[in-house]
């Protein structure tokens, strides 16, 4: 049965069709610019177009890493979830650790009820209520933390500033946990296989401080011309795993996520 994936081309939903499609799945995506690529469509949010898409494809799973006006995007997970609920299928939906921008002043769990202060926290907390609604069991939300990877625009901007020797701004009181494309695409995997559902933080289990991880990824990379300006605010915005169904071999630390990103 196929799978569409929504937002295709970006950082995680590029890993999540590469591991999907390389364990014999039918996979299918849809993005803004799709290029020459015959397994991808075009979808913008702010134009519509997912109901052709669906009628085209009539897949059994949709996975959404949608990114754009948060309006558009509700409506067209309104529109999926509705396809979804008609047909029987289930959706891995990407949320945020935002959703906790509210309460800072401590660590997250999945069984924790949410609270945002952003108008980005407030979306994803409104998406994910609707989807429950909609779809129940056959839902999946998975909460990153920051996401690094090897081509994440985050390593990218990091290499661009060493290049031209200019300033970051790094929080050295803020602690987080941190998350590669990898790794969700390989949680996104085995909640397909294993039919889970329910609220997921995909993330390291230890944290550490946004201006320490950054200056140790520096390191590990090489990148030494990188003038480091450090912001003394305080505050917390890691989501821990603590889902029992999700196996010690998919789990990550810190150093793991270095090892990966930077060799």
Known sequence: MAVLILGASGLAGACIRRRLSSAGETVYGACRHPGGDGGLRRLDVEEGGLERILEEIRPHTVISCLRGDFARQMEVHRIAAEDLSRRGGRMVYLSTANVFDGETDRSHYETDAPWAESGYGRFKIA????????LGENLAILRPPEIWGRNAPRLADLR????EGRPVRVYSGIRLNFTTDEQIAEWTAYILEEGLHGIFHVGTRDECAHGAFRIR?????????????????VGCQSVLPGRREIPEALQATVDMVLRQVAG
């Open 217 to 233: 990824l520096a390191e590990r990379a090489g990148l030494r011309n990188i003038r480091w300006e450090e912001d003394s605010s």
């Open 160 to 163: 661009a500033a060493n290049r």
């Open 127 to 134: 998406c994910e209520r609707m989807l429950q609604e909609k």
